[in-house]
T-cell receptor
Framework: DTGVSQNPRHKITKRGQNVTFRCDPI?????LYWYRQTLGQGPEFLTY????????KSRLLSDRFSAERPKGSFSTLEIQRTEQGDSAMYLC?????????????FGEGSWLTVV | GENVEQHPSTLSVQEGDSAVIKCTYS??????FPWYKQELGKGPQLIID?????GEKKDQRIAVTLNKTAKHFSLHITETQPEDSAVYFC??????????FGDGTTLTVKP
């Protein structure tokens, strides 16, 4: 078990460009989450999938943000027309969906810097 | 919307002392309460968790208590060590997949 894997770990992009982050969850986990974290704050929930279904996306920060999980395995988070305010760490996490309490395991995050 | 308040935001203790971090949540549907430790530049790591059918859980130097009536839960670290220095986050989750995190506590353990 290699844990939750995120790529790239660091991305510097110019304002207005599009960026895409990839997340590979723990293999037997059917739930996958995306969060954003800025300095001094806790992870801010963006969206999550159960298998390939996106069950919650109202927290995505704007219509420039979108996420996919086409085959219920890996997921991508895309930010279009990046703005400086998008600079943050984007965290992916995964869990099971059964029982009380679904332990969420995080990846190491993808740092985005928009210049 | 759902909210998790975490206190204190910073905590400094002497090595060997105890540290206590408290969180209060608002969503009554929350039934799972994990605690994470985050070191600089890394993702949060789960250190302990508690489910709503349990009032207290202990794992070596770390313990967590839950009071569902009052909607608050606490992390207790005993015999603190310098390597415990990090940012700690609490979270409240529901079965529907909603998760809300506190804003973190920066713990510094002085040798």
């Amino acid at each position: 078990d290699t844990g939750v894997s995120q790529n790239p770990r660091h991305k510097i992009t110019k304002r207005g460009q599009n960026v895409t982050f990839r997340c590979d969850p723990i293999s037997e986990h059917n739930r996958l989450y995306w969060y954003r974290q800025t300095l001094g704050q806790g992870p801010e929930f963006l969206t999550y999938f159960q298998n390939e279904a996106q069950l919650e996306k109202s927290r995505l920060l704007s219509d420039r943000f979108s996420a996919e999980r086409p085959k219920g395995s890996f997921s991508t988070l895309e930010i279009q027309r990046t703005e400086q305010g998008d600079s943050a760490m984007y965290l992916c996490a995964s869990s099971h969906s059964t029982g009380i309490g679904n332990t969420i395991y995080f990846g190491e995050g993808s740092w985005l810097t928009v210049v | 919307g759902e909210n998790v308040e975490q206190h204190p935001s910073t905590l400094s203790v002497q090595e060997g002392d105890s540290a206590v971090i408290k969180c209060t949540y608002s969503d009554s549907a929350s039934n799972y309460f994990p605690w994470y430790k985050q070191e600089l530049g890394k993702g949060p790591q789960l250190i302990i968790d508690i489910r709503s059918n349990v009032g207290e859980k202990k794992d070596q130097r770390i313990a967590v208590t839950l009071n569902k009536t009052a909607k608050h839960f606490s992390l207790h670290i005993t015999e603190t060590q310098p390597e415990d220095s990090a940012v700690y986050f609490c979270a409240a989750l529901t079965n529907a997949g909603k998760s809300t995190f506190g804003d973190g506590t920066t713990l510094t353990v002085k040798p």
